[in-house]
């Protein structure tokens, strides 16, 4: 009986603030209406005491009043900080697992005629897949975990095709221990290897910038494509990157999308936490 008196309390309070602001107001109607005066005036002639009382019991269900008010802004705020983050973990999850099955299908086939090289892959693999399982889960990552993450990948893409890609990787980070949302970056890459060096049979490249200040942090990815074979990007992924950049950094990020004379640049601004 006491624990459902506990949960109702603020009903309760509620219940009382209601009846105790509605007893002045048809004191004042029913004086009014029935003296015909333009005022009234509370307390004129009673005791002190009993008026600072009066007062006081007001003051007090005014106050109670400002804390549920509170609370309850502080519970709004909190409900949409929770669904955000549900919706991120949620997006986050969903980034790349047509990729891994695709390496698991080139294992198949590699197992038996080089063994070292699908042992190297699979070491790879796994390393991906524990940080898009673990890390990827996170609200923040390292942009040195970023990158290992990365070049994993474009390791394992480079073991995948039986032709020359010129890959390129270019990184300046001052310090590694700046702070990034997880699994950001890796959409535009997959893209390039997917529009772009699926479709040549020679001459494809990929050249990846990853440069971070104090204020910002810019990602940039060009490659070429063949432009009778290959369609511009856009579905899934992006939409799921493009979710996921204005919950994560409102206001505070810059992606461009280029594509002309058989190069796409794809380039990501955030502006750093």
Do not use: C
Request: net charge positive.
């Amino acid at each position: 009986m006491l624990l459902k008196i506990y949960r109702n309390k603020w009903k309760i309070f509620g219940l009382i603030a209601l009846v105790s602001l509605s007893i002045p107001i048809l004191i004042v109607a029913t004086v009014l209406i029935t003296t015909g005066q333009e005022s009234v005036r509370f307390f004129e002639n009673s005791n002190p005491v009993f008026a600072v009382l009066i007062l006081s019991y007001y003051i007090l269900i005014i106050a109670l009043g400002l804390v549920w008010l509170i609370q309850q802004i502080i519970s709004i705020f909190r409900l949409k900080n929770e669904t955000v983050k549900m919706e991120l973990r949620h997006l986050q999850g969903q980034v790349n697992p047509h990729f891994f099955f695709n390496i698991l299908n080139n294992l198949y086939g590699m197992v038996e005629k080089d063994t070292r090289r699908a042992q190297d892959l699979i070491i790879k693999l796994s390393d991906m897949m524990r940080y898009s399982i673990h890390e990827g889960q996170r609200e923040y990552v390292t942009l040195a975990e970023e990158v290992d993450y990365l070049k994993n990948y474009v390791a394992l893409h480079q073991m995948r095709y039986h032709k020359t890609i010129d890959v390129q990787f270019a990184v300046d980070i001052p310090d590694e221990e700046w702070k990034v949302r997880p699994l950001l970056f890796i959409i535009l890459t997959e893209n390039a290897f997917k529009h772009g060096v699926e479709q040549l049979r020679s001459g494809a490249f990929i050249h990846i910038r990853l440069q971070a200040t104090s204020r910002s942090i810019e990602f940039e990815v060009t490659n070429n494509f063949d432009p009778e074979a290959a369609a511009a990007p856009s579905g899934v992924g992006l939409k799921n990157l493009r979710r996921r950049l204005n919950l994560a950094y409102p206001k505070r990020h810059e992606l461009s999308l280029h594509r002309s004379d058989g190069i796409y640049k794809a380039s990501l601004k955030l502006q750093s936490v």
